[in-house]
């Protein structure tokens, strides 16, 4: 648009003139500074949130491996599997396979439970000393 009126014999000017190119520099770095601090601050948003899903996942499978400990614990509590262990330390020729095989389950499922802690037990370790965990 130009302004059609004349005052005083001025030329005829642009009624919307740009700012200037300095201003509109100014502003355009402004803006991109605040957008790169927008990223950085995304990015750091992102790796607190991730350690903090990695430790409630840690923290999980501990919680697990506790209540997985706690039921065969339990389980040996029962009379029936108490009296076969009993009777396995006592006089191991005189049980029968059912008993036996009671025994053998338990001591089976206390060995993996054992390896899995000592891997947790490793990992650990490992992270404590920054290195990685082995796969």
Do not use: C, Y
């Not at 005829?12 to 502003?27: G, N, W, Y």
């Not at 191991?92 to 001591?107: D, F, G, I, Q």
């Amino acid at each position: 648009m130009v302004d059609t009126l004349k005052s005083g014999g001025a030329e005829p000017r642009p009624a919307f003139q740009a700012a200037p190119p300095r201003l509109a520099e100014s502003v355009n770095r402004w803006l991109t500074l605040g957008a790169n601090l927008g990223v950085v601050l995304g990015l750091i948003i992102v790796t607190v949130e991730v350690r903090q899903n990695a430790a409630l996942t840690r923290a999980q499978m501990e919680v697990g491996t506790n209540d997985l400990l706690a039921q065969i614990e339990l389980s040996l509590a029962q009379p029936e599997i108490a009296a076969a262990w009993v009777k396995s330390i006592q006089s191991p020729e005189a049980m029968t396979p059912v008993e036996v095989r009671k025994v053998e389950s338990h001591l089976v499922s206390v060995t993996l439970q054992l390896g899995d802690v000592a891997r947790a037990l490793q990992d650990r370790i490992q992270q404590a000393l920054g290195a990685s965990p082995p796969p």
